[in-house]
């Protein structure tokens, strides 16, 4: 199939909208990569390029007690429910009560964006259409999402490094993504993946070809 014309995010959202679904009638797609790798705007443009598609933020799903223990709770709360058609309704995780709040609805929308650490494991990719990996190194990514956070979130992190350590040792999400994705000073780099000579924590280099997107 020939790519649409245009900046390679256009081009991304319109190769999404043509995949067979996944859940259901929906085509979910993870944007998975590391704390601070700039999950969270990339998913909201993707959306707003989607047509305002629905973004479950693993924010929301994860807590204080289950930084990645909440597989089950996500496929009961929202992946069930889309595989049947139906909206999905989940409670979101209020960071700063360390309480769930009322339930919030997730309806099934053509494409729905799930974005955060933890989007493409294992128990998770049986259901996308799509993993989006964010490429950049976990050691800049943490800087950035330290930076981000400022000093009352500095003993957090300090426990959620280890965590992210932790998982995707044991359960990586880059080699199985899909498309590869890194934020440059004018758009994003978006490359078929996994691209086997850029490792995980490496950079693209000049020879790679950023417009690589079939």
Same mark, same amino acid.
């Given at each position: #199939?020939r790519?649409?014309?245009g900046?390679l995010?256009?081009r991304?959202?319109?190769?999404?909208r /043509?995949?067979?679904?996944?859940c259901?009638?929906v085509?979910? &797609?993870?944007?998975?990569?590391?704390?601070?790798?700039?999950?969270?705007?990339?998913?909201g443009e993707?959306? /707003?390029l989607?047509?305002d598609?629905?973004?479950? /933020?693993?924010d929301d799903?994860?807590?204080?007690d289950e930084?990645?223990?909440?597989t089950?709770?996500l496929?009961?709360?929202?992946?069930?429910?889309l595989?049947?058609?139906?909206t999905a309704h989940?409670?979101p995780?209020d960071?700063?009560?360390?309480a769930?709040?009322p339930p919030?609805?997730?309806p099934p929308?053509p494409?729905?964006?799930i974005e955060?650490?933890?989007a493409?494991?294992?128990g998770? +990719?049986?259901?996308?259409?799509h993993?989006?990996w964010m490429?950049?190194? +976990?050691e800049e990514? *943490?800087t950035r999402g330290?930076? +981000?956070d400022g000093?009352e979130?500095?003993a957090?992190?300090s426990? *959620?490094?280890e965590?992210?350590?932790?998982?995707?040792a044991?359960?990586?999400?880059?080699?199985?993504?899909?498309i590869?994705?890194r934020?440059?000073?004018?758009g994003?780099?978006?490359? &078929?993946g996994?691209?086997?000579?850029?490792?995980?924590d490496?950079k693209f280099t000049?020879?790679?070809?950023p417009?690589? #997107?079939?």
């Amino acid at each position: #199939m020939r790519p649409p014309e245009g900046p390679l995010i256009h081009r991304l959202a319109a190769r999404l909208r /043509h995949l067979p679904p996944s859940c259901g009638p929906v085509r979910l &797609v993870g944007v998975d990569g590391h704390a601070g790798s700039g999950k969270t705007t990339f998913a909201g443009e993707l959306a /707003h390029l989607l047509g305002d598609a629905p973004v479950l /933020h693993l924010d929301d799903i994860a807590s204080h007690d289950e930084l990645f223990a909440w597989t089950g709770r996500l496929l009961t709360q929202v992946i069930e429910p889309l595989g049947r058609g139906a909206t999905a309704h989940y409670a979101p995780y209020d960071w700063q009560t360390r309480a769930f709040g009322p339930p919030r609805a997730l309806p099934p929308a053509p494409v729905v964006l799930i974005e955060g650490v933890g989007a493409g494991r294992r128990g998770l +990719r049986p259901y996308l259409a799509h993993l989006l990996w964010m490429e950049l190194p +976990r050691e800049e990514s *943490w800087t950035r999402g330290r930076l +981000r956070d400022g000093q009352e979130q500095r003993a957090f992190w300090s426990t *959620w490094v280890e965590a992210e350590r932790r998982h995707f040792a044991e359960d990586p999400s880059r080699p199985f993504a899909d498309i590869l994705v890194r934020q440059g000073r004018a758009g994003y780099a978006i490359r &078929v993946g996994p691209v086997n000579t850029v490792g995980p924590d490496q950079k693209f280099t000049q020879g790679d070809d950023p417009s690589a #997107m079939c």
